[in-house]
């Protein structure tokens, strides 16, 4: 009897590398292997093949190449912000909302040991950051001042209105912006160059590229701010070996999440679309954490399913049977603290969370089959 | 007519992939692709073979699993005991030789600005530190002190008297023990247990495993220092999604790198000894900067070629002729500022200085071809 396939819908944790970046990768394990830094044969083919998929991902998202800086992930580029700033700016005040990342919240409060204010501004009940409390925040902050606004929330998927947050945000000297977008570079519409941001990040693994690649963008003109220091490699703004495969994957992953985003789109949402319909039909008690239109991601649906008291008990009896779903989210998996971002929001602490979430691989067949494995679920605990 | 094969002799500054370690990574691309920071079944397995990665590098290091910290490579961890560790333990004092690499150099330096002390002790002209004023140094710093003290020199190969220098640097309270061991794990025997140290680290790139991965030893008991904060991964040392893949391929390419060291090295230092004594016949004028011997790595040999004015047009001379060298580290490359190291041991600037690196894959005919290149090329320019 063959084993039933799993579903995975845990796509805002990581996702699979997709075949066609494993094969983009291929050539640099052993042929194309050089140090990109290195002036030999070797070395300058490396170097081609970085810089080339620097203009690929920075032609993507409508900034220049010498705005795109390669490093391990989402949570080094947001390090090197708040901490390289730190070093390099001296931040006095950092702003944060309440639902960012742990990547933001806690290189910044660590911080406050070093005389760093850190304010941390409250979001409304779908999770959005409230814009008086923002403005009031910066006026009084002591500059400079790094204000952290993520743009799609990772547990509930709310989607900032960087629109607004510009207007508030860019009016200040001496502020400068920092946007977390590991959630959105690849999933929804990004024009990086519309909001006049100062710094915003993006992660491999989240858009079917490899783990331990991501990258930072930073507004040419911006002072060097670097967190990992060594060699020249990236102007002087990240040393180490630069990771060849991994860069060339994440450009052939993120060229194809793009080319095919507005395909992408439609697909996930209507995804997303029927799954919440026919939970809602489980049972009129399930209800979704944070918003669910238009001004949420497509890819992330939180649902809080009251009857059941114990949401890590509901996750594993939905593992079992076949379905990867997440408590919060990865990153705080392991820990039995309750999210920090559920509670901005409201959620009582006592109520189920999971978080389901959606890549352009996933079914409709599957969301079907999701749907029957929590229902048959839901009743037993 | 086929290609002539060209001749890599730049292992310093990164080497190939070997097949068994794309073999070995090949499952964690998008079967065994989970967070392992989820608690599902994709996260569970992918957990599993990060731990058994620790596990494996640790016993091939006689050191505890829980000792060993993933990172992105060799900058980013010596960056984390020197920034981390401003930040947590508050270094007032770096003492640093001068021949260490810059991703010791350049953080260490940064942290001038922010009134740690930075003392530079010198090295005697084949390189090593010169004991006493590293006494004296350690004596005289305010603490807590960081004491950095490169194992294998990647430029010249020099080979530092860990013994010596742990019965100097151990006996201070409030005194740390940083050691650079990217030239040395994989490639010399390695017992981090034997000497003591607070600090170690390694790069898989310099060992025939993928780029971007690396780790961290730090012994058990030290306070936790990270410089990557966000998730709870590497027991808070070090956030952000592990780099399954990475760590995979890198504990494979330590292990075999271990498993057949001494093979390895009695190869390499066979390729070494002829090399060496063919190119003293080719001029007489010809000679090694730094040590030949049994205090040196087998892998490195920095040659001196006083015929040649310009060490750029002979490295390029040699990349035509097939031959990959380098000028001082890869990590240098591109600036053109003299080698610090060659400088700290006494090398004329006005002398070409070109490094060959040697790796268990290169073989005895190699050497042989690559001496005609030199031939050929030092003669015509």
Not at 8 to 26: C, F, G, R, S
Not at 135 to 142: C, K, L, P, V
Not at 253 to 277: E, G, P, Q, S, V
Not at 339 to 358: C, M, N, Q, T
């Amino acid at each position: 009897m063959p084993e039933k396939k799993r579903i995975y819908l845990d796509n805002a944790a990581t996702t699979p590398v997709i075949p066609q970046v494993i094969k983009a990768m291929e050539p640099f394990w052993n042929q194309t292997f050089g140090n990109p830094s290195s002036l030999h044969e070797e070395g300058r083919r490396a170097r081609v093949i970085v810089e080339e998929s620097r203009r690929t991902i920075a032609k993507l998202l409508n900034v220049k190449p010498a705005e795109i800086f390669f490093t391990s992930g989402g949570t080094e580029s947001a390090n090197t912000v708040i901490t390289g700033g730190f070093l390099e700016i001296g931040w006095k005040s950092i702003i944060i909302t309440a639902t960012e990342h742990k990547c933001v919240i806690k290189p910044a409060q660590r911080l406050t040991k070093h005389d760093v204010s850190v304010i941390t501004v409250p979001t409304d009940r779908r999770g959005k950051v409230l814009l008086q409390e923002l403005r009031t925040a910066i006026e009084q902050s002591e500059r400079p001042t790094l204000v952290a606004t993520i743009h799609g929330n990772n547990e509930i998927g709310t989607i900032n209105p960087l629109d607004d947050i510009a207007s508030i945000v860019k009016k200040h000297r001496d502020v400068y912006w920092l946007v977390d977008m590991v959630q959105t570079i690849g999933h929804i519409q990004v024009d990086l160059s519309h909001w006049d941001i100062d710094f915003a990040f993006a992660s491999a693994h989240k858009f079917h590229g490899p783990k331990g690649c991501g990258f930072l963008f930073m507004k040419e003109g911006l002072p060097s701010i670097p967190l990992i220091m060594g060699g020249a490699q990236e102007r002087n703004m990240r040393g180490g070996t630069e990771n060849v495969p991994g860069i060339v994957g994440m450009a052939t992953a993120l060229k194809w999440m793009i080319d095919n985003l507005d395909k992408h789109y439609n697909h996930i949402a209507n995804l997303k679309r029927t799954f919440i319909k026919n939970l809602k039909e489980i049972s009129s008690e399930i209800a979704i954490n944070g918003p669910e239109g238009e001004d949420s991601l497509p890819t992330i649906v939180n649902v809080r399913f009251p009857q059941v008291k114990d949401p890590l008990l509901l996750q594993m009896s939905l593992d079992i049977g076949g379905v990867s779903a997440s408590i919060g989210s990865a990153c705080a998996s392991g820990t039995t603290e309750f999210s920090h971002v559920l509670k901005a929001i409201g959620v009582p602490a006592d109520e189920a969370p999971i978080r389901f979430s959606f890549s352009p691989l996933n079914t409709i067949e599957e969301v079907g089959r999701a749907l029957e494995v929590i229902k048959s679920v839901i009743f037993k605990i």
